[in-house]
């Protein structure tokens, strides 16, 4: 027993040991059910916010704290699921995007042919165009698109031109080119927490002309959490979902350090942001991502990295729920 109290002990001190991802052993996604992985690329935003690539070490670095049982569910997801820390997405053309792109996909391939769920953290948010185009479709869906929970400040369906300073497949396109190729469909996928003043008035129409089940944060205010929560499970009901989480649906003063921050109009805070994730609890989750982590303007206590792993540990919680 006091072997056992000390291991716990120093497994969850941030500072100590070798920087896995909460911990987890480093090993293959054969035979695992949960795969930990960073996707370290930043050339998908195409803005000078491009520190996101830092987001993977700056969340091996302190994810060990959040290495803990889940109270609410009243399970131990380390001890419930396999999971394993496939490390880094190898990205040796990482200033060309649609490369790199390409990259990330081929990586996630072998993902989804051993059967394991991933559970990713970027990088910014053109990562998840690379990753499912990889699941979209694939051995974890049955062969089915994916349907997205996708919480943001912003659409990431951009149409209006056909690329983002010089990113063809960048953050802003993927919600559009995914679903172009059927690797999601959008009549099936939840978009939440959009908000800011946007560069054009009509910035919700790609989205609603692709189908996408639209939620502002000023519908959000309006409507409450439980209307939104009903809605969720009502279109996700069945589903392979995909959770994509962008730190940027956080308020700023909860998750500062994030690319395309939006401080104008009040994002959601912690609780809110984990009631909405939870109401695919149940579900066929198939992975999940956290992106636009900028850990060189986070504080001195690393705050939006701790959030970062804190949102990475609602979602293998709810994966390692249903391992068989």
């Known amino acids: 027993m006091a072997r056992e109290h000390d291991d716990s002990m120093m497994n969850n001190l941030y500072w100590w040991g070798i920087p ?62 396999n999971i394993v820390d496939v490390g880094d997405v190898p990205l040796p053309r990482a200033n060309d995007n649609e490369a790199s792109i390409q990259d990330i996909t081929d990586f996630y391939k072998t993902i989804d042919a051993a059967g394991a769920r991933p559970v990713s953290i970027g990088g910014d948010h ?32 951009f149409t209006k031109v056909d690329h983002f300073l010089g990113a063809k497949k960048s953050a802003a396109h993927w919600g559009a080119y995914l679903a172009d190729q059927g690797k999601v469909d959008p009549k099936t996928s939840m ?8 560069r054009t ?3 919700l129409q790609p989205s609603y002309d692709y189908g996408y089940n639209v939620v502002t944060m000023a519908d959000y205010r309006k409507r409450g959490a439980a209307d ?14 995909y959770i994509t989480f962008d ?43 956290v992106v636009c982590l900028m850990p060189t303007k986070d504080t001195p206590n690393n705050i ?21």
């Open 126 to 157: 053109s990562i998840t165009g690379g990753i499912v185009q990889a699941l979209g479709c694939g051995n974890l869906t049955g062969g089915e698109p994916v349907s997205f929970l996708h919480l943001d400040a912003h659409t990431d369906v």
């Open 304 to 324: 939006t990295s701790l959030v970062a792993s804190s949102i990475m540990f609602e979602m293998i919680s709810m994966i390692s729920e249903n391992v068989t």
């Open 228 to 241: 939104v929560i009903s809605q969720i499970k009502e279109v996700l009901d069945g589903r392979p979902v």
């Open 201 to 203: 008035l009509d910035w």
């Open 247 to 289: 730190l940027d649906c956080l308020d700023p003063t909860i998750a500062p350090a994030v690319s395309n921050i939006e401080p104008g109009v009040k994002g959601f805070d912690i609780d809110e942001a984990v009631e909405l994730l939870r109401a695919v609890r149940g579900m066929n989750i198939v992975g999940g991502d």
């Open 20 to 81: 896995t991802l909460f911990r987890c052993p480093q090993g293959a996604a054969e035979g695992a059910d949960i795969v930990l992985a960073g996707v370290p690329h930043s050339t998908g935003n195409g803005t000078t916010e491009r520190d996101q690539h830092l987001g993977p070490r700056a969340v091996r670095n302190v994810s060990a704290v959040q290495r803990r049982v889940h109270d609410a569910f009243r399970i131990d997801p380390w001890a419930s699921a």
């Open 191 to 198: 978009q939440i927490g959009l908000r800011g003043h946007p």
